[in-house]
């Protein structure tokens, strides 16, 4: 069975990466790929993709350390997840970045978290907002684009409400689109 790679990068809670990696584990192991959680990446590795004016790091840039990890490793795809805030070029922030020829993508909980909104911390809803940003991107990993139905997980968030609106799922067409998408490279 082919690996999806789930790696932190620098700290981020032991529990975060076990839950997301079990949500995605539960989808794409029906689907021929399992999910497994691979070791912690320092932060320093991405310290060139750091923005001082802007206090943000270039997401891209991540990107093909990844990609390098999980060919070592023989993964279909690698996911890191880091608590630094992400940046791509004339957007503010994202909450991830994915390329498909790279097979690789990162995602940031900086702005997934409550706490930076002003609100208490809750770890269920980060969680939830994890697993659908790493759903998202892993999408984008397999070849498919951003979505018009705004409860799939494949729509374009602009905001974190845009992010609890959508499900952690495909809609019918993206699941289309994956499956088909995955033949292809399993």
Known sequence: ?????????GYIPEWLIKDVAEFVDSYYSRRGVSVKAGDSLSESLFLSAYHPFRRQ????????????IGRRAGA???VGITKVDLY????????????????????????????????PSNDELLIER?????MHE???VFGLSHCPNVRCVMHFSNSVDDTDIKLPYYCPNCERKLLRNLEVVL
């Open 57 to 68: 790091f270039l997401g891209g840039a991540f990107l093909p350390t990844l990609s390098e």
């Open 76 to 78: 279909l795809a690698t």
């Open 1 to 9: 069975m082919r690996v999806i790679l789930i790696v932190p990068i």
């Open 88 to 119: 791509e070029k004339g957007m503010n922030f994202v909450f991830g970045v994915a390329s498909e020829k790279l097979r690789s993508a990162v995602v940031s909980i900086h702005r997934l978290r409550p706490e930076f909104y002003g609100r």
């Open 138 to 140: 892993l999408g984008h």
């Open 130 to 134: 994890t697993v659908k940003e790493v």
